[in-house]
């Protein structure tokens, strides 16, 4: 039979509940073991600030061409349709402030803050496995169609849906770069996790949340 991986925080914890370690050495020795969510990048989010940027550049480019006085061919638009627009804002309202405030309910539940060594479901994290990332990708999705309608009006190119795909890209790499850090932190508990609760999936994550409820 093999051995259950219980991965390489649970010493950390129990030593914390000791008053063996305090808080900020547990921190540094999970330095040490490479456990920080942002291990082995060359800067913090780095797959996530390079989709930012590229998301940023390509849904804007007309205003950023206007600003700069660049020139540039003209790229065709399509005006989005105000269902669309209404479901978009609807959405992101919705759905935005109860994931990034699964955020900081980890932060209070997590120990030492933002770098978790317990595993936190609560809240949104019942639901889907990154909730604040899912936040952002909501927002970034979002915003584009709103502002084509409203507010400056800027034009929804193919570079936009190009610069959607370029979030997504972005936050999809960085939450595989933090699972894997995840999996040495929790060993098999957080890969129960990853089986029942989905990354960023919010409506079978909510399924399923429901389901595990049902009498």
């Not at 699964?102 to 639901?127: C, H, M, Q």
């Not at 936050?171 to 089986?195: A, F, S």
Request: one cysteine or more; charged letters at 25%.
């Amino acid at each position: 039979m093999a051995c259950k991986d219980e991965g390489e925080v649970k010493d950390l914890l129990e030593k914390l509940e000791r008053k063996e370690l305090t808080k900020n050495e547990v921190l540094d020795e999970m330095k040490k073991r490479g456990l920080y969510h942002h291990a082995d990048e060359p800067f913090p989010g780095m797959f996530a600030i390079s989709g930012m940027a590229a998301w940023g550049v390509l849904c804007f480019l007309p205003v950023i061409s206007e600003v700069l006085h660049l020139s540039i061919a003209e790229i065709p638009s399509v005006e989005i349709p105000l269902e669309m627009v209404y479901l978009a804002f609807l959405f992101a309202v919705a759905l935005t402030p109860p994931l990034l405030y699964s955020s900081i309910l980890r932060e209070k539940r997590s120990i030492t803050g933002d770098e978790n060594i317990v595993l936190v479901r609560l809240g949104a994290y019942g639901i889907v496995r990154h909730p604040t990332f899912l936040a952002g990708l909501i927002l970034c999705v979002a915003l584009p169609i709103i502002l084509n309608r409203f507010a400056l009006r800027i034009p929804f190119t193919i570079l936009s849906v190009f610069g959607e795909i370029a979030i997504f890209m972005g936050l999809y790499l960085q939450t595989q770069h933090e699972e894997k850090i995840n999996v040495k932190k929790w060993g098999d508990e957080y890969r129960q996790y990853m089986k029942e609760v989905p990354r960023f999936n919010f409506f079978l994550g909510m399924w399923r949340w429901a389901k595990a409820r049902a009498p």
